[in-house]
């Protein structure tokens, strides 16, 4: 037996100089190799919120119609046929009947039938199975096939949101391989490992925790896609997805966090692409004493207090330092993506000097520990931020930096995203440094910040935020028959809430994606930025460079 | 200033390096235990590893007074992710801290820590092992199926579940769990050690004159199993100090933004591309305190055990 | 032998069932119950309750621990929320993956451990010894994921020369022939074997060394030597031989260090392994798959420590002919 240590490192030299450089590679089929710290769940639209599970499946199905790139949302103007190729208004507005393209084929072959939107619409509103959009549908009373080709959707009430919500949330599914499954056991159906849409893309692969694979249907009604293979490429986390995009392995990521910018500008093969965003992230105050409905916060529950501690943040400093100049500060509970958006929406400026006096006229007065106190309680509160967002931890360093300088002791609380769900709907915290991800439907707002909100179970309202002033602009905006005099009462109702200050709106998320510079995107939009991913091109050399074609060519 | 105390911190490393070989060399020329201290001194390394836990214990008791920047306030903007340079002398983080200051709190956080948390483990287990030995018979049987199911669990594995199903943990609540999952191997050595003492004929003896069995453990057992303990305790830090560091890497160890190592070389992944100082600092002076114990450690077994020589 | 068999494999049964109860402990003992998360992924309380009634979760404490340890015994680890799927399919998936580093984590470690071992035994007290203990103990005192990360940072990231993470090149894994797809999948082995090898195996040529000096002491290495037997000879004949024997032991005592480490490891280069898939359900606090893995890995364990001491049976004629 005769083992040298030598043998190990010769063995190790042989695989390090396998590596290809790419020039040998063979011709592949374009592909796009989108990197990402996260796997699928399941593949079942309406069962999942898994954002991997929602980018794969929306390639894998189609909706009826999709909302064009102007995002509004009011009546049909804007929206693109998709499964369906037309459709046609009841004379009351009542009915809305949807003409499903004849050309239109599940890839096991069978043709798409109004009875597949039937079953869709079942399963959406199914308590059983709880899907995202079931809320959304509450105003479609039922889903009826007149024929095999139309589906027609009979609504409770006309509303200015009634088509979107009809045509832009059911995915549709095929209920010729589903319908005997019961609702509670669609989840663990076979089918989520292998199925089967009408979409651009047909499932190929899918290796648990590495990969997913889809690959171009060249039969698709809406014409084949111009990407012929879509990659979802699996890490363990955001860094070792920046790396593999740095190092050619993949040639997509939806994220870019500020150091990764300056990095890609060191590879000329790399470009930044910044598209509109639907994230705004704010720090919510709870207005009443944690746990406990009762009683109003010792430091919260007082307007100008709260008001105090906003202007004591230098918000423009805080996003520059963790993100860049380009980054934009949240002007209120919108960003600049929404219809109703408006960036003179007056705001609570900067004013450590007056965030001081204001707080000192308050009673809280300055202790020799340099934290304010008032009636031997000290103006310090905590602040939940989840475990896993760099940049929000970046930013509470900065924050409580700057509520030092004003006497206000904030101390962090670090917590992984569960059970900061968990503490903010038990109310069981002071502050909470949110991310939102905004509906396009302005009326969204009411579930965020009405009095109604507040008072109701499992609310997202866990601050306690009432005010009649801005349920009656809201109110007023959704009962508008114009859609001009409903921004208007939109935006009457942001001013509102910014003055009442519930929380600091700290920024909307820069949305900005990495991709090889052969990569050509189509538009992507603030909602869904991979909404049109048939429509993306991928240039001959973009490629990624594989990580083993030299040796394996001279194989052969 | 600072100089002034760096100096000062410096001469009384050498002051207690000083009274330490003096010390010891009176041991080695008379004494009951002289041959120990000979043969520790025999080891160049564990004499190295000696000092080196003196000096990393002074650093961390003195941090507060000899960090050059406050741990956690932020530097200006353009400090963000510094390189190391003369006034920063690891650089700095992402949000512009001073990593060298961080790294002399966090090895202060970190040897806490690991030095409580094993003073529990040893409690804990010596009473558990010299329970088993001294009692014997079916209890014993089933109280060491129990160390030997724990000790097929992977320790880290089991704090990572731990720590899931609780977190956050506090600083206390962490170490009394990294305690109370290190002492299984203590308690395995302590009923060895029991078991053969046992048959001894003092214990005999004074059990013959009716001593009561505590008093038995107390008087004859627990001096003569001190020393493999003391030597696995000293082994035991350096994993306790690797485990801490692995569960705040994971995110659920020491909670923000107190800087313990394993948080700062978290804090340092994301940009280990660009910013490699952040992550390779803290976690060098890990790997020393990790050798120093273990090289530590190794030189007391020699020095305690004389059948164990360097063979 | 059948009945050192036998006795091992009770007493490895008696370990995972104390670790089971331990895991149930946990479960039991921790905030909530593995549905208590569910809300906010928006599943219908109806269901929660199925799961719920499905194992054993509404009912008595007593019956949910004899609910639980039944499930288990059939093989049935629980349900993952943040999978979506059971426990098992999850870790069919996972495990062989950690089994695959692990192996070869062990067959580096001992491959490298023994030469260094030997190498330190017959050049004791010379530079080279010291050099090879000191170094190997250096190692040996790293916190894996650190040690991972450092070579991640040279080794991918300065000289990119190994993939940086993962366990294929996915653009040509569809259409790679069978040697290509193995020498891709090496390469992706490459760095995280080496982390475990690194960190394992400072112990196995501490005692590997020891071993060697025993029997270097032998009377019949003494005799061969007498009688002017090289002692490159003497090495390879006389002591390898009779100090390898013992080590063998050390493969299970080493196994819970390596799956310890494979745990931080794989998150440091992304391999899809059961350290992954416990760091991804720490994040989404996923009850079920957490204590499934400790009760895994410690099986593992259990298994690994059992296959040593046959092993050691077979190697060794005296407890052979017990």
Not at chain 1, 488 to 499: C, G, K
Not at chain 1, 516 to 525: D, E, I, L, T, Y
Request: net charge positive; proline share 5%; with cysteine.
């Amino acid at each position: 037996m005769r083992i040298s240590p030598r043998t190990p490192a010769i063995a190790i030299l042989l695989l390090a100089a396998c590596r290809g450089d790419g020039g040998s590679a063979p011709k592949h089929a374009s592909t796009l190799v989108m990197t990402l710290p996260a796997d699928a769940d399941v593949f079942i639209p309406a069962l999942t919120t898994n954002e991997t599970s929602v980018q794969v499946t929306s390639v894998l199905f189609e909706k009826l119609a999709s909302v064009g790139d102007s995002l509004n949302v009011i009546g049909d103007s804007g929206f693109r046929p998709a499964l369906a190729d037309s459709w046609t208004w009841g004379p009351d507005s009542l009915t809305i009947a949807f003409h499903i393209d004849p050309k239109a084929r599940w890839q096991d072959g069978v043709p798409v039938r109004a009875a597949d939107v039937v079953y869709s619409f079942r399963i959406n509103t199914s308590k059983a199975i709880g899907a995202v959009a079931g809320p959304l549908l509450a105003g479609i009373d039922s889903v009826t096939a007149r024929d095999s080709a139309t589906a027609v959707f009979w609504f409770h009430a006309r509303t200015l949101e009634q088509f979107y919500n009809a045509a832009a949330q059911i995915s549709v599914l095929p209920a010729h391989l589903l319908q005997n499954i019961p609702d509670s056991s669609l989840k663990t159906a076979p089918f989520n490992r292998n199925p089967v849409g009408s979409g651009p893309y047909k499932f190929t692969r899918w290796v648990s925790g590495s990969t997913i694979e889809v690959d171009a249907d060249s039969t698709f009604h809406g014409g084949r896609p111009k990407i012929d293979r879509l990659i979802w490429s699996i890490a363990a986390n955001p860094d070792a997805a920046m790396l593999r995009l740095f190092s050619g392995e993949a040639n997509f990521t939806e994220t870019l966090r500020k150091q990764d910018i300056d990095q890609i500008a060191k590879h000329p093969e790399l470009k930044a692409v910044h598209y509109p965003s639907m994230l705004v992230y704010f720090v919510r105050f709870n207005a009443r004493a944690r746990g406990g409905t009762h009683g109003p916060h010792a430091i919260f529950g007082d307007r100008e207090v709260r008001r105090a501690l906003t202007m004591a943040l230098d918000r423009r400093r805080a996003v520059t330092t963790v993100f860049d100049s380009a980054t934009q500060v949240a002007v209120g509970p919108i960003t600049s993506a929404l219809g109703t958006y408006d960036s003179n929406l007056p705001q609570i400026a900067y004013a450590p000097d007056s965030a001081a006096a204001i707080l000192e006229r308050r009673g809280w007065v300055m202790g020799k520990d340099g934290v304010r106190h008032k009636g031997g309680a000290p103006l310090q509160f905590s602040i939940l931020v989840p475990s896993t967002s760099t940049q929000r931890q970046q930013m509470v360093v900065l924050m409580q930096d700057m509520m030092k300088r004003i006497g206000a002791r904030m101390d962090i609380e670090r917590v992984d995203f569960p059970t900061m769900i968990a503490h903010g709907k038990a109310h069981d915290y002071d502050a909470s440094f949110e991310g939102m991800s905004l509906d396009p439907t302005p009326s969204g707002i009411r579930q965020e910040w009405s009095t109604a909100a507040a008072k109701r179970e499992g609310t997202s309202n866990t601050g306690y935020y009432m005010s009649s002033t801005f349920d009656a602009a809201v109110d007023s905006a959704v009962a508008s028959r114009d859609p001009q005099a409903a921004i208007a009462y939109y935006r009457r109702a942001y001013a509102t809430l910014i003055d009442d200050a519930p929380g600091i709106w700290m920024y909307e998320l820069p949305s900005i994606a990495g991709m090889s510079v052969n990569v050509h995107p189509a538009p992507m939009r603030a909602d869904l930025w991979f909404a049109h991913l048939a429509d993306w091109t991928v240039g001959d050399a973009a490629a990624p460079k594989s990580a083993s074609v030299a040796l394996a060519a001279g194989a052969h | 200033m600072l100089a002034l105390r760096w100096l000062s911190a410096a001469a009384l490393i050498a002051a207690l390096c000083i009274a330490l070989w003096r010390f010891a060399r009176t041991r080695t020329t008379s004494g009951r235990s002289r041959g120990a201290f000979a043969r520790y001194a025999a080891h160049p390394s564990a004499v190295i590893a000696l000092i080196a836990l003196i000096m990393l214990y002074v650093l961390a008791a003195l941090a507060p007074w000899l960090a050059t920047h406050d741990p956690i306030g932020i530097l200006a903007q353009s400090f963000v992710n510094h390189p190391p340079s003369r006034e920063l002398l690891f650089g700095t983080d992402f949000a512009g801290r001073d990593v060298f200051s961080r790294v002399l709190y966090g090895t202060r956080i970190s040897l806490t820590i690991a030095l409580l948390a094993t003073v529990i483990s040893v409690i804990v287990g010596t009473a558990y092992g010299a329970t088993a030995g001294f009692v014997g018979g079916k209890l014993d049987a089933v109280m060491m199926r129990f160390v030997d199911a724990f000790l097929a669990i992977p320790r880290i594995v089991l704090l990572i579940a731990i720590g899931t199903l609780w977190s956050p943990l506090s600083m206390w609540s962490l170490i009394l769990i990294l305690g109370l999952t290190a002492w299984f191997g203590t308690s395995r050595l302590v009923r060895a050690e029991v078991l053969s003492l046992k048959e001894r004929d003092m214990v005999a003896a004074a059990r013959a004159l009716g001593a009561r069995d505590l008093a038995i453990v107390r008087r004859h057992v627990l001096p003569n199993v001190m020393t493999p303990v003391i030597v696995a305790a000293t082994l035991g830090v350096a994993g306790v100090i690797i485990n801490e560091a692995a569960l705040s890497y994971l995110g659920i160890g020491i909670p923000d933004p107190t800087p313990s190592l394993g948080n700062i070389i978290r804090e340092g992944t994301p940009y280990v591309g660009t910013a490699w100082w952040v992550a390779l600092f803290p976690g060098i002076a890990l790997v020393l305190t990790a050798l120093a114990y273990n090289l530590a450690g190794d030189g007391l077994r020699d020095a305690m055990d004389p059948r164990q020589v360097d063979r | 032998m059948r009945r050192l068999l036998a006795g091992r494999l009770l007493q490895g049964l008696a370990v995972i069932w104390v670790v089971s109860t331990l895991t149930f402990a946990l479960l039991h003992l921790a905030p909530g119950d593995p549905f208590s998360y569910q809300n906010e992924r928006r599943v219908a309380p109806e269901v929660i309750a199925h799961w719920r009634h499905v194992y054993c979760l509404d009912r008595p404490v007593a019956a949910q621990y004899v609910c639980y340890l039944r499930s288990i015994a059939s093989g049935d680890l629980g349900y993952s929320i943040s999978h979506a799927r059971p426990v098992r399919d999850i870790l069919l998936d996972y495990v062989p993956r950690t089994l695959e580093l692990m192996s070869l984590g062990l067959l580096a470690s001992f491959l490298v451990g023994i030469a260094l071992g030997v190498l330190e035994a017959r050049r004791r007290g010379t530079f080279a010894d010291w050099g090879s203990r000191g170094i190997s103990l250096f190692f040996y005192s790293m916190p894996d994921f650190w040690l991972a990360l450092m070579l991640a940072l040279v080794f991918a990231y300065w000289l990119p020369i190994f993939p940086i993470s993962g366990i294929e090149d996915v653009i040509n894994a569809p259409t790679n022939s069978p040697w290509q797809h193995l020498v891709d999948h090496l390469r992706h082995l490459v760095l995280p074997v080496t982390t475990l090898m690194l960190m394992t195996c400072a112990g196995i040529a501490r005692f590997q060394r020891a071993a060697m000096l025993d029997a270097m002491r032998l009377d019949f290495v003494v005799t061969a030597r007498a009688k002017g037997v090289s002692e490159n000879e003497i090495a390879r004949h006389h002591v390898l031989r009779n100090a390898l024997l013992p080590i063998i032991t050390l493969a299970g005592l080493t196994l819970p260090m390596l799956l310890g480490g494979a745990v931080l490891v794989e998150l440091v280069f992304s391999w899809p392994g059961m350290g992954f898939v416990t760091a991804m359900a720490v994040s989404s606090r996923d009850y079920a798959l957490v204590t499934s893995s400790v009760l895994i890995t410690s099986a593992l364990v259990v298994i690994g420590t059992i296959a040593a001491d046959l092993l050691y049976a077979l190697a060794d004629p005296r407890v052979r002919a017990a």
